[in-house]
Structures are given as structure tokens and as C-alpha cells.
């Protein structure tokens, strides 16, 4: 891959981000596949006949779908600058390419903002979003310049006061019973009401800068409504402040909890017109995001191989190489996370008909490869018969997946590649529903 092809895709002039970027070897032998959405499957088996011999699990990540999304955010809320949480999945390139399209970043870690700072992002453009801070990465966001934080307590304050004391400081709130989304935060982090004017006096006192106010409702938002509360509960933290005597404040974070879903309009809709009813008259306020999901979910798929088979009465069952310990570990926390397609590639089986299009299915059951029953990733699902060395595919893997795997039993999921594809999907058929 090389700059000018991105250029080409139209994802942006950051000239700084790119040399530096290009430059580093763990992108200079790096491919970007042009296909129509159609055509993935294709590329699938191409990346797999490459190396025939080798079965491990595989990525690839959809460039074009990226600024599909991005291209939707902006339309949809252009007056939010989105700050992608890293955490969410901090693949190089996929970085990279929200950084080419003007995203800032949220990071939670100091391995975080070196990860964005390594692809050229200026520290200007990172909010380091985590309420509760090592004091080794705080005095690491001090010494590159990461000029914004998040803080909900005391301790924090008095932490930030002794190694940080210039930074600017967002309070992050809890906002009302926490029962908005499918994984709240809320039972853990952001002032409850009655600590606000604690910890807005704390900050105070110590001459730490307040500069605006951040909440997140949780991650999957199903109740898209309840944004208009959470901003006009920060709008009242606003005014406490300035009542307190406190400087203006000037920004607000709304957090993420966005998915790339039909949803994200109403999330929008609703966002736009409690924006305009609390803030419409408060010039100069900047308004930021944390989405992860909204960006990573949908670009992502995951290739897995089948390494075991069993067959009880009725009831196939199956082992792939990764699992709930590794990409999938977010099943675990977000059991009612619904996973995208599952699709059978029996390039062993069925070689002349590789998506089994057609044949009978069974009951089946798929299991990770780790030696531990937790690790089942399909129950009761209907698959047609396959065998060791066919392979399964999971759609809108992105999300907490690569991030959050581990490497137990020797299975490491921060070993598993990335293969680029960029389909050239209008940002018209996103419009429309197809995924977002
Ligand atoms: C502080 C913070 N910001 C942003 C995010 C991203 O949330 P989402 O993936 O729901 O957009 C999270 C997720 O846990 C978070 O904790």
C-alpha cells in the first residue's frame, strides 16, 4: 500500500500522518484489495489459497466501508468531531485511516496514546478518557501533551493536581438509573448528582481548569432518548459552575454508545435537537464523542478455521481456532450481543460450491479452541455438515474483539493479521439501511 493509493480513497491530506505512518515497516508491505461488498467472499479464498497450508484465523477490515461510516457521522451530526476510542480496536491501519478522516482519538492508556501519537496524530487531537489514571501515564500524557481528562473523584483531582496540573478536565457524570444501553458503565464511573458540586469545587480549589462536562451512557445504546436527559443534565452542571464562580465552561462530551445501526439516526436526531434546545444559546461550546463501536463493529471480519469435529447423535459439533478467550471474548460481556452473519466456507468440503449455497443444515455446535467448556461460540445453530479444514466466517467482528482477547492455551489474539480491503460502497447505501 502506499500513500497516494489511500489518497486515491479519498480518506484525507494529513500529510504529517501519513509520511509517518507510510514510513514505519509494519505497513510498507501492506496490500489494499479493491472489492465491491460482493466480492468479499472472493477475497476470502484468495487470502486463504495464498497460503494454502496455513489455517490460522484472519481479519480483514473493509477500508471502504470506514469512510462509508465516517462519511454518515458527518452527515448525521456535523457538528460533533467524533474522538474514536481507541480501546474499542486499535488495528494500526484502521487508526490511521479515522486519523486521515479528521477523527481525534480517545485513549484510556499511555499504550494507547503512544499508538496514536506513533501514526502522527498531534496530541490535540487525544482526550485521555479514563476517570482513573496510573500516575505513571498521567505524567506521560503531561510530558507529550495530552491536554484533556476525564475525572470523577477526589483522588483524581489530587493526583492530576500533583503531576498535571495544567491539563483540562472534563467531568465525567453518571446520568440517571444507567438502564439506557446494552452494557451500562454506569455502576461505575461518573459523579452521582450529589457529588458534582463536591468535585466541581475540588478542581476549583486546586486551580485545576473545568473546562466542560463528559458522560457515556453505556456502550450499545437501546434507549437512543435518553441522550436528551444526559445533555440536559450536563447543561445544568454548566450553570452549577458558574454559579460556583467557576471559569465558562466550553465543552461537552457525549460519550459513545453508538452502533452502526438504522438506530444511530434516531441517536442522532434526538442528539441534534437537545443540543439546539440546551446549548443552541451557548456560543463558543464544543461539542466531542467517543464513539468505538459506531466505527469498528461493521469494517471487521473474522475468518476462522475448523480444527475438530465431533458428531453426537443428532448434533455436529465443531472447534475453530478462536473463540471466547480471543476475538469473541465480548460474548461474554455482552451476551446479548446479536453476532452478525455466520457463514460457512467449506473450501474442503465443497470446493465447487464453497458457500454451501443449496445444501442441508444440521443442529451444530462450535466451539473455541481453549480447554475450557466457557469457550462455546454457537449453540444450536444451523450449519450444513462441514468438516476439519473448511473454515467459518463471523461479519462485524470489529468491536472489543482483537482488543480484548487473550493469549491463553497459547492461542494469541494479538497475533492474528489484518488483510485490507476497500469495497467501494457508496456512502448512499449505508444511507439507506444496507448496514448502518
Ligand atoms: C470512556 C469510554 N469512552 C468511549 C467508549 C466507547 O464506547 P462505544 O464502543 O459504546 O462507542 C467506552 C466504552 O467502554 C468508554 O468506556
Redesign the pocket.
Given at each position: 500500500m502506499c500513500s497516494k493509493q489511500l489518497l486515491a480513497m479519498g480518506l484525507g491530506t494529513h500529510s504529517n500522518i501519513l509520511q509517518t505512518f507510510f514510513s514505519s515497516n509494519s505497513v510498507k508491505n501492506k496490500k489494499v484489495t479493491n472489492l465491491t461488498e460482493d466480492e468479499l467472499n472472493d477475497f476470502i479464498l484468495s487470502v486463504i489459497n495464498m497460503k494454502p497450508d496455513v489455517k490460522d484465523p484472519f481479519y480483514v477490515l473493509d477500508l471502504g466501508w470506514v469512510k462509508c461510516l465516517m462519511e454518515k457521522w458527518n452527515s448525521k451530526l456535523p457538528q460533533i468531531r467524533p474522538f474514536y476510542?481507541v480501546?474499542?480496536n486499535p488495528e494500526p491501519i484502521f487508526l490511521a485511516s479515522l486519523a486521515l478522516m479528521g477523527a481525534g482519538f480517545?485513549c484510556a492508556s499511555q499504550a494507547e496514546i503512544e499508538a496514536v501519537m506513533g501514526i502522527g496524530v498531534s496530541p490535540d487531537r487525544i482526550i485521555f478518557?479514563s476517570t482513573c489514571k496510573p500516575e505513571t501515564h498521567l505524567k506521560y500524557a503531561a510530558v507529550v501533551g495530552v491536554n484533556l481528562a476525564t475525572y470523577d473523584s477526589s483522588i483524581e483531582v489530587e493526583k492530576i493536581k500533583k503531576w498535571y496540573p495544567k491539563c483540562g478536565l472534563l467531568l465525567r457524570i453518571k446520568v440517571g438509573d444507567d438502564n439506557y444501553a446494552r452494557r451500562p458503565?454506569g455502576n461505575k464511573f461518573g459523579a452521582l448528582p450529589e457529588e458534582v458540586i463536591l468535585l466541581l469545587q475540588a478542581a476549583h480549589t486546586a486551580q485545576l481548569p473545568v473546562v466542560g462536562v463528559a458522560f457515556?451512557l453505556g456502550?450499545?445504546v437501546t434507549h437512543p432518548e435518553a441522550y436528551r436527559f444526559a445533555i440536559a443534565s450536563a447543561k445544568m452542571i454548566f450553570e452549577t459552575a458558574e454559579q460556583l464562580g467557576m471559569p465558562r465552561m466550553h465543552m461537552l462530551d457525549i460519550?459513545?454508545?453508538?452502533t452502526a445501526t438504522p438506530q444511530f439516526d434516531d441517536a442522532a436526531a434526538t442528539i441534534k435537537a437537545a443540543l439546539e434546545s440546551y446549548f443552541g444559546d451557548e456560543p463558543g461550546v464544543e461539542i466531542i464523542s467517543?464513539?468505538?463501536?459506531?466505527f469498528a463493529e461493521t469494517p471487521f471480519t473474522l475468518v476462522t478455521n475448523i480444527i475438530g469435529k465431533r458428531v453426537r447423535g443428532n448434533v455436529k459439533e465443531y472447534w475453530i481456532n478462536d473463540g471466547l478467550y480471543g476475538s469473541m471474548m465480548n460474548m461474554l460481556h455482552d451476551p446479548d450481543r446479536v453476532i452478525g452473519t455466520v457463514k460457512p466456507l467449506a473450501l474442503n468440503s465443497y470446493p465447487d460450491n464453497t458457500t454451501c449455497s443449496g445444501l442441508m443444515t444440521y443442529s451444530s455446535t462450535v466451539y473455541g479452541p481453549i480447554a475450557n467448556s466457557l469457550d462455546t461460540v454457537l449453540t444450536n445453530y444451523q450449519l450444513p455438515e462441514l468438516n476439519v479444514n473448511d473454515w467459518i466466517v463471523f461479519s462485524e467482528m470489529g468491536?472489543y474483539s482483537a482488543s480484548a482477547g487473550s493469549k491463553f492455551n497459547g492461542f494469541d489474539t494479538s497475533a492474528i493479521r489484518t488483510y485490507l480491503a476497500y469495497s467501494s460502497q457508496s456512502s448512499e447505501s449505508s444511507m439507506n439501511g444496507n448496514k448502518v
Open positions: 476510542a480501546k474499542c480517545d478518557a458503565l457515556h456502550s450499545a460519550g459513545g454508545g453508538f467517543e464513539p468505538g463501536r459506531f468491536a
